[in-house]
């Protein structure tokens, strides 16, 4: 039996939740929400996730103290994360890269390839 693939979602739109997992559950992805730092930590302990998704603008979430805990944990550091934002906020974008985001892309560009965009990340991290 394979492995269950986990990704951690940190997308509070329900209506935007629901265009990521139809997306990914067909090519065998299982989403876990997360809404906090302490959900990233226990829903990680669950099951080894293969990649974390972050809205960075999303006002359900607190994103950079989010990041800021994924990368300074050395066991999730190691779990890709791909991120979106508004194109117009060079700020956020900037921020996330300090933080050593492994991809962030407009939310346009998340939507047009939400699949492809997951696949990058986690296979890059498996070369």
């Given at each position: 039996?394979?492995?269950?693939?986990?990704?951690?979602?940190?997308?509070?739109?329900?209506?935007?939740?629901?265009?990521?997992?139809?997306?990914?559950?067909?090519?065998?992805?299982?989403?876990?929400?997360?809404?906090?730092?302490?959900?990233?930590?226990?829903?990680?302990?669950?099951?080894?996730?293969?990649?974390?998704?972050?809205?960075?603008?999303?006002?359900?979430?607190?994103?950079?103290?989010?990041?800021?805990?994924?990368?300074?944990?050395?066991?999730?550091?190691?779990?890709?994360?791909?991120?979106?934002a508004n194109?117009?906020?060079?700020?956020?974008?900037?921020?996330?890269?300090?933080?050593?985001?492994?991809?962030?892309?407009?939310?346009n560009e998340?939507?047009?390839?939400?699949?492809?965009?997951?696949?990058?990340?986690?296979?890059?991290?498996?070369?």
């Open positions: 039996m394979e492995q269950e693939k986990i990704v951690l979602v940190g997308v509070t739109d329900v209506f935007f939740y629901a265009k990521i997992r139809a997306a990914y559950k067909p090519e065998g992805y299982a989403l876990k929400r997360i809404t906090s730092q302490e959900k990233v930590v226990e829903q990680s302990k669950a099951g080894a996730p293969v990649a974390i998704v972050l809205n960075m603008n999303d006002p359900g979430l607190d994103a950079f103290t989010i990041l800021k805990g994924i990368k300074h944990d050395v066991a999730l550091s190691r779990i890709p994360v791909l991120a979106f194109h117009e906020e060079v700020d956020t974008w900037r921020q996330a890269k300090e933080f050593g985001i492994d991809k962030i892309v407009s939310r998340f939507s047009a390839r939400t699949l492809a965009l997951l696949k990058e990340v986690t296979e890059h991290r498996m070369t």
